[in-house]
Structures are given as structure tokens and as C-alpha cells.
């Protein structure tokens, strides 16, 4: 199942470097424009709307070599079946988004923009290929255009017409993966394959995409039960820096990855823990000196709404830490040797132990916010480890 993961890596690791800066660059100036009172809200709308993407899309970019070797058919034959399981998806997340409380005005129409983009989407015909240069290409120039419409509406900002855009960005990014692939329509044969079992041999594969993003949803949906609306913004905010922070981290160990997932017998290299661990340690040491001794006029270029911006950024950075250990630990050892189960179940406690801390506290504020999920990703994953080597062990 992960050979097949590992031996993208190669392009993977493009992907992940131009998605990352281009990412990064629109949260600083989402940060920089939006209120401070607005962030929190448009973070958990967000949240949402990527779970939504992501559900729809399901995964076909990682099965879809699998699926080839199976029934020994071309990509764009499959374009059928993963269609009419996106439909299916589509359905489900559109009464999944009826149920919930809307957060913003016209949050129905945002999750029906999203769902069409993801039903359009065809990022698993540049997976097949294994050229992912022109899906790239077509991110870059997608986020390019919400950076512009942010930049030029600046003064007027506002969560509605933030969300419209960055739904229609994802539209074009969607769009563009059409008119790059020059699919020959000739060429497709409409034949229907078995729904269930394309569904099954992709399930796993979807879920660990989707549970990242369902995770951060259902933890600030927590908070923002529990906390004032400025308070609850802060915490996105942190939760915003620490994902990013644990997604440039993870770029520099793809290739360790991409040694495991090619070659299990790499789990036994003494040096592999060393390979990973100490380069990032190293790079967040040199994150940590570069915020602590920055001047705060410049921290205040981009973090000028925000009261203490420099104590955010740091507690962004711990809460990476908290969380980075349990991806290297989750990405070396229980991915590849197929707990799946053990990753889906301890993610899921990380949300359940941040709910029972909330539970018990009536009045939050938010330093304690952060360190209710430091704590939990601590615990979770020091629990996570000694499960795995017991069962090892046994």
C-alpha cells in the first residue's frame, strides 16, 4: 500500500516546497488585513470547507496506481467511478453542512463552491504520471489570485467576500487541472466499475487525508463554544502557525519517508532517528532565536492587529513541537506497517482530551487554551508510543 505512497515522494517534495511558500505567504497576508475579531471565524470556515475538499476529492490521487494495476485500465477510464463517488461524497458532506451551525452568512453556497471544485478536480491523472508540475502550476496560480484580490481589497476586507474567492481560487485551481491535462474525451470508455470496491481499496488512503483536516475542524469548534471571539481568534491563530510550522518541518524529512516507504528494512538504521530528528531540532532552534530577536516593529508589519504577537508566534512554534513527534513517529512506524487504525484512533483522542479539559473548565483564557492541546498532543503521543511498543513487544 505505501510503496506505491513512497515512490512519490520524488515529485512530492516539489509539491509540498511550492505549496508551502505560497501558503505561507497567504496566511501572513490574511493575518496582516483581516480583523482580528474576523480570523477566528474565517480559520474555522475554512476548516470546514478544506475537510469538505478533501472528502470529495477522496484520496483517487494516492490509490489511483493501485487501481491501474488491478484492473490493467488507464487513468481516464476511471474518471466514471471516481465520479460518481465524488456525487455520493458530495451528498454526504452537503447534509453534513445543513446540519451545522452556520458560521458566516451564505456558508451553504461556500460549501456548494467547494464541492463543485472538488468534483471537478483531476489531481489523481498527474499522480499517475507522477509529474506533478503543472498541478503545481496550477496551485500557485490559483493562491496567486487570492493574494491579489486580498491585497487590492485590503481596506474593505470582509469574511464573505474572503471565503467567495478562496472557494473560487479553488475553482481555478480545478479548472486549470483540465485544461493542463488535454484529456482526449475520445478516449474515455464509460464503463462503470465496481463503486464498492474502488471505494474500499481507496478508503484508507482517504481517511488519512481527510482526519487531518476534520481534526483541526473539531477543535475549534470546541473553542469557539468555550471562548470569547477575540480570545478564540488568538487560538486559530496559533493552531494556523503550528500546522504550518509542522508542515515545513515534515518537508525536510520527505526523503527519510521516502526511504521507508520504499524499503521497511530502513526501520532498522540506528542513524534514521538521527537523520530526522536533529534537522529539525536545528531548524527549530534557528525559528526559535529568529522570532525572540527580531525587533517587534517588524513582527508588528504583519502581526499588527494582534496584542503580544511575539508570545503567539512562540506558542505556535511549541505547539508544532507538541505535535511533530507524533507525525515522525506516525510516518516511520505505524503508516508503514499498517496501523491505521492505532493513527485515526489517537488522533481522535487528542480531540477527546481537549474536550474533556474544556468540559471541566467554566472560564478559559488563552494561555490555558494552548496548553489543554500541548498537553493533549503530549500525552497522546507518549500513549501512542508505548502501545506500539508493547504491541511489538508482545
Same mark, same amino acid.
Given at each position: 500500500?505505501?510503496?506505491n505512497?513512497?515512490?512519490?515522494?520524488?515529485?512530492y517534495?516539489?509539491i509540498q516546497?511550492?505549496?508551502?511558500?505560497?501558503?505561507?505567504?497567504?496566511?501572513?497576508?490574511?493575518i496582516?488585513?483581516?480583523?482580528?475579531e474576523?480570523?477566528?471565524?474565517?480559520?474555522?470556515?475554512?476548516?470546514?470547507?478544506?475537510f469538505g475538499?478533501?472528502?470529495?476529492?477522496?484520496?483517487?490521487?494516492?490509490s489511483i496506481?493501485?487501481?491501474?494495476?488491478?484492473?490493467?485500465?488507464?487513468v481516464?477510464?476511471?474518471?466514471?467511478?471516481?465520479?460518481?463517488?465524488?456525487?455520493?461524497?458530495?451528498?454526504?458532506?452537503?447534509?453534513?453542512?445543513?446540519?451545522?451551525?452556520?458560521p458566516?452568512?451564505?456558508?451553504?453556497?461556500?460549501?456548494?463552491?467547494?464541492?463543485?471544485?472538488?468534483?471537478l478536480?483531476?489531481?489523481?491523472?498527474?499522480?499517475?504520471?507522477?509529474?506533478?508540475?503543472?498541478?503545481a502550476?496550477?496551485?500557485?496560480?490559483?493562491?496567486?489570485?487570492?493574494?491579489i484580490?486580498?491585497?487590492?481589497?485590503?481596506?474593505?476586507?470582509?469574511?464573505?467576500?474572503?471565503l467567495s474567492?478562496?472557494?473560487?481560487?479553488?475553482?481555478?485551481f480545478s479548472i486549470?487541472?483540465?485544461?493542463?491535462?488535454?484529456?482526449?474525451?475520445?478516449k474515455?470508455e464509460?464503463?462503470?466499475?465496481?463503486?464498492?470496491?474502488?471505494?474500499s481499496?481507496?478508503?484508507?488512503?482517504?481517511?488519512?487525508?481527510?482526519?487531518?483536516?476534520?481534526?483541526?475542524?473539531?477543535?475549534?469548534?470546541?473553542?469557539?463554544?468555550?471562548?470569547?471571539?477575540k480570545?478564540?481568534?488568538?487560538v486559530?491563530?496559533v493552531?494556523?502557525?503550528s500546522?504550518?510550522l509542522?508542515s515545513?518541518l515534515?518537508?525536510t524529512?520527505?526523503?527519510?519517508?521516502?526511504k521507508?516507504a520504499?524499503n521497511?528494512?530502513?526501520?532498522?538504521?540506528?542513524?534514521?532517528?538521527?537523520?530526522?530528528? $536533529?534537522?529539525?531540532f536545528?531548524?527549530?532552534?534557528? =525559528? &526559535?532565536? !529568529? #522570532? %525572540?530577536?527580531?525587533?517587534?516593529? @517588524?513582527?508588528?508589519i504583519?502581526?499588527?492587529?494582534y496584542?503580544n504577537?511575539r508570545?503567539?508566534?512562540?506558542?505556535?512554534?511549541?505547539?508544532?513541537c507538541?505535535?511533530f513527534?507524533?507525525?515522525?513517529?506516525?510516518?516511520?512506524y505505524?503508516?508503514?506497517?499498517?496501523h491505521?487504525?492505532?493513527?485515526?484512533?489517537?488522533?481522535?483522542?487528542?480531540?477527546?482530551?481537549?474536550?474533556?479539559?474544556l468540559?471541566? $473548565?467554566?472560564?478559559?483564557?488563552?494561555?490555558?487554551? =494552548? &496548553?489543554? !492541546? #500541548? %498537553?493533549?498532543?503530549?500525552?497522546? @503521543?507518549?500513549?501512542?508510543y508505548?502501545?506500539?511498543?508493547f504491541s511489538?513487544f508482545?
Open positions: 500500500m505505501y510503496k505512497l513512497g515512490l512519490l515522494f520524488n515529485n517534495s516539489f516546497a511550492s505549496g508551502l511558500l505560497i501558503s505561507i505567504l497567504t496566511t501572513l497576508i490574511i496582516r488585513f483581516l480583523p482580528q474576523d480570523y477566528g471565524i474565517y480559520i474555522y470556515s475554512v476548516a470546514f470547507l478544506e475538499f478533501n472528502f470529495i476529492v477522496f484520496g483517487f490521487e494516492l496506481n493501485k487501481l491501474k494495476k488491478i484492473y490493467s485500465l488507464r481516464i477510464n476511471f474518471i466514471l467511478s471516481f465520479s460518481v463517488i465524488r456525487l455520493i461524497n458530495i451528498i454526504i458532506f452537503m447534509f453534513f453542512a445543513v446540519l451545522i451551525v452556520s458566516v452568512n451564505n456558508f451553504l453556497y461556500f460549501c456548494f463552491l467547494i464541492s463543485f471544485a472538488a468534483f478536480n483531476l489531481n489523481f491523472l498527474y499522480y499517475s504520471e507522477q509529474d506533478l508540475k503543472w498541478h502550476v496550477s496551485y500557485v496560480i490559483s493562491k496567486l489570485f487570492f493574494i484580490y486580498v491585497l487590492s481589497m485590503k481596506e474593505s476586507l470582509n469574511i464573505n467576500s474572503l474567492v478562496y472557494c473560487l481560487s479553488f475553482m481555478l486549470m487541472h483540465l485544461v493542463f491535462s488535454k484529456i482526449n474525451v475520445k474515455i464509460l464503463n462503470l466499475l465496481p463503486i464498492k470496491d474502488i471505494f481499496e481507496t478508503f484508507s488512503f482517504s481517511v488519512l487525508r481527510i482526519i487531518v483536516f476534520f481534526e483541526i475542524y473539531v477543535a475549534l469548534s470546541l473553542y469557539k463554544n468555550y471562548l470569547s471571539l480570545i478564540f481568534s488568538m486559530a491563530l493552531i494556523t502557525i500546522r504550518i509542522v515545513f515534515y518537508t524529512v520527505t526523503p527519510i519517508y521516502k521507508v520504499i521497511k528494512s530502513a526501520l532498522l538504521n540506528k542513524d534514521l532517528k538521527y537523520q530526522v530528528y $536533529f534537522p529539525s536545528l531548524l527549530v532552534l534557528a =525559528i &526559535l532565536l !529568529f #522570532i %525572540l530577536f527580531t525587533p517587534q516593529q @517588524f513582527i508588528d504583519v502581526f499588527i492587529n496584542e504577537s508570545v503567539l508566534i512562540l506558542l505556535g512554534v511549541f505547539l508544532a507538541s505535535h513527534p507524533f507525525m515522525i513517529f506516525s510516518n516511520i505505524l503508516l508503514p506497517n499498517s491505521t487504525k492505532q493513527y485515526i484512533s489517537n488522533r481522535f483522542l487528542v480531540i477527546f482530551f481537549i474536550a474533556i479539559a468540559f471541566n $473548565f467554566e472560564k478559559l483564557d488563552f494561555t490555558s487554551s =494552548i &496548553l489543554i !492541546f #500541548i %498537553l493533549a498532543e503530549i500525552i497522546v @503521543f507518549f500513549i501512542s508505548t502501545v506500539y511498543k511489538t508482545k
